[in-house]
């Protein structure tokens, strides 16, 4: 019976188990690997910079790293990504804050494609939406991870039909002409393509929520 890809993928538990020992350096890898572009996407949408946003990563990663020995997972409190997303957050809200009582510093930078300052580009912190910023890249963050391991999965020729009339959104006269296939077969590939790609991110959600 061949196994499930998805059954290699650690649960949410085990996962947070193993990153209470700080020398577990596997597991903090993939940990990064999984959250580091959610933090960074978030922190980048809230107006700083690519710099800046790389700063609250880290101060992120500390933060977690303090507080993970005391951390317990409990579903039935609060998902693992809510106490993340309060945590990013007040990295975001101290970057912003840092960033107001040196304006000097800031203002050193130059000026966006824009035209916009520096300073003037980073909105106040309570003007700030990051439920739903951090849901939307956490959403983008998914459909790529589940892409990637669709598109390991599935026969080449396949997924480059799906690309091209799903992702890319050719019309399907097209994609039969370059592609030399029969537009039954395309709409095939994309309906069993779909169905792995949508299995794949409610996999990959339940597991890192």
């Not at 193993?18 to 999984?34: A, I, M, P, Y």
């Not at 700083?48 to 990663?61: F, K």
């Not at 991870?145 to 396949?158: G, Q, S, T």
């Amino acid at each position: 019976m061949a196994r499930d890809p998805d059954d290699s993928i650690p649960t949410r538990q085990s996962l947070l188990g193993r990153l209470k020992d700080w020398q577990d350096q596997q597991s903090w890898q993939e940990f990064f690997d999984t959250y580091w572009r959610l933090i960074y996407g978030v922190a980048a949408r809230a107006g700083l910079s690519d710099a800046e946003a790389q700063e609250v990563v880290q101060e992120t990663w500390i933060s977690v790293a303090k507080q993970m020995p005391d951390f317990t997972y409990d579903p039935q409190i609060g998902s693992f990504r809510s106490w993340l997303l309060a945590i990013t957050r007040r990295r975001i809200v101290d970057q912003i804050r840092r960033m107001a009582r040196n304006p000097a510093q800031v203002s050193g930078e130059p000026p966006s494609a824009t035209g916009t300052a520096p300073i003037e580009r980073v909105p106040a912190p309570e003007s700030l939406d990051l439920d739903r910023i951090w849901e939307e890249e956490w959403r983008q963050g998914l459909f790529q991870k589940a892409l990637d391991r669709v598109r390991a999965e599935v026969d080449p020729k396949h997924f480059q039909i799906f690309d091209c009339y799903v992702l890319k959104g050719w019309p399907v006269e097209e994609v039969v002409r370059l592609l030399k296939v029969s537009s039954s077969q395309v709409y095939v590939v994309k309906h069993r393509i779909a169905a792995l790609l949508k299995a794949r991110i409610e996999t990959l959600d339940k597991t890192f929520r």
